[in-house]
Nanobody, 119 residues
C-alpha cells in the first residue's frame, strides 16, 4: 500500500517562508521523480517543482527564484523550501512521486496539505 506523509503546510504572512516535506512508502520499484503540485479553488492542478533521480529539477516559472526543491533519496523524502510567499501561492499542495514501468510512468499522489498566504 502506497502511503505519503506530508507536513509543513499552514498559514503564513506574505513574504514569509514555509518548508514542506513528504515521505513516500510502499512504492514497488525505484522512484523516478518526486515533487509537488498545487491546486487553488476553481483552478487546475499545476506542477510546482519536481526532482528526478538524477538530480535534475523542473519548476513552475512563477516560483523559480523563490522555491527550492530537494530530495533525500535514501528516505524517499522530498522537501520544498518556499520563500517570499505571495497570496497567489495559496493552494492545496500535493506530494507527487512516480516510477517507470517499461514505456509508462506510474504516478502516485499524496492527500495534500493546505498552504495559505494571508495577512
Amino acid at each position: 500500500q502506497v502511503q505519503f506523509v506530508e507536513s509543513g503546510g499552514g498559514l503564513v504572512q506574505p513574504g514569509g517562508s514555509l518548508r514542506l516535506s513528504c515521505t513516500a512508502s510502499g512504492i514497488i520499484g525505484s522512484i523516478y521523480r518526486m515533487g509537488w503540485y498545487r491546486q487553488a479553488p476553481g483552478t487546475q492542478r499545476e506542477l510546482v517543482a519536481t526532482i528526478s533521480n538524477d538530480g535534475s529539477t523542473n519548476y513552475l516559472d512563477s516560483v523559480k527564484v523563490r522555491f527550492t526543491i530537494s530530495r533525500d533519496y535514501a528516505k524517499n523524502t522530498v522537501f520544498l523550501q518556499m520563500n517570499s510567499l505571495k497570496p497567489e501561492d495559496t493552494a492545496v499542495y500535493y506530494c507527487y512521486a512516480d516510477r517507470r514501468r517499461l514505456v509508462s510512468i506510474i504516478p502516485y499522489w499524496g492527500q495534500g496539505t493546505q498552504v495559505t498566504v494571508s495577512s
